[in-house]
């Protein structure tokens, strides 16, 4: 069981808002001094309202669930529990490795995410069976975490 915070209470009584109304993270773009067609906001804020363009094709969220059999750089294989192989794309090295969450041959795993454009299955979330120890990798739009903000956006921590 996951939990996604809209807003978190911070120890001054101060609301850090992390999620749009419509639970979009704004990490991912979805506010950072642009109005709600994109633009520049002329002074400086963010009204939540502008959905970042997503980098990829998302047409369902798929869960499977497998044995890691081999890891390269980017790519982890996994021996699913319904007896196939299927690679699956895990993005940038170090942004994974930067969640602090690692992955061995034989760790069993669950891994959200959806068939790219070119056939290939791309990770949005891994978790880890055996701990429940998990890393996002893209957000609900399919945009890689590790790309910032989004277009325009400011920041990207």
Same mark, same amino acid.
């Given at each position: 069981?996951?939990?996604? @915070?809209?807003?978190?209470t911070l120890e001054n009584g101060?609301? $850090?808002?992390?999620?749009? @109304? !419509? #639970?979009?993270? $704004? =990490?991912? /773009? #979805? @506010?950072?001094?642009? !109005?709600g067609a994109g633009n520049p906001d002329a002074n400086g804020l963010a009204d939540g309202s502008h959905t970042p363009q997503p980098q990829a094709q998302?047409?369902? =969220?798929?869960?499977?669930e497998g044995t890691i059999t081999a890891m390269?750089?980017?790519?982890?294989? $996994?021996? &699913?529990?319904? #007896?196939?192989? $299927?690679?699956?794309?895990a993005g940038q090295p170090r942004f994974m490795a930067s969640q602090g969450v690692t992955f061995q041959i034989g760790d069993e795993v669950s891994v959200l995410g959806f068939y790219g454009e070119n056939g290939q299955f791309v990770a949005a979330?891994? &978790?880890?069976?055996? &701990?429940g120890l998990s890393v996002m990798l893209r957000d609900?739009? %399919?945009r890689p975490l590790w790309a910032g903000p989004g277009a325009? %956006?400011?920041? /990207?921590?």
């Open positions: 069981d996951q939990y996604h @915070a809209a807003s978190v101060q609301v $850090l808002t992390v999620r749009s @109304a !419509d #639970g979009m993270p $704004l =990490w991912s /773009g #979805g @506010a950072g001094g642009y !109005d998302v047409d369902e =969220w798929i869960t499977v390269t750089r980017n790519m982890i294989t $996994l021996q &699913t529990t319904g #007896g196939e192989t $299927l690679t699956v794309q979330e891994i &978790t880890q069976l055996s &701990t609900p739009n %399919g325009q %956006g400011q920041g /990207g921590h």
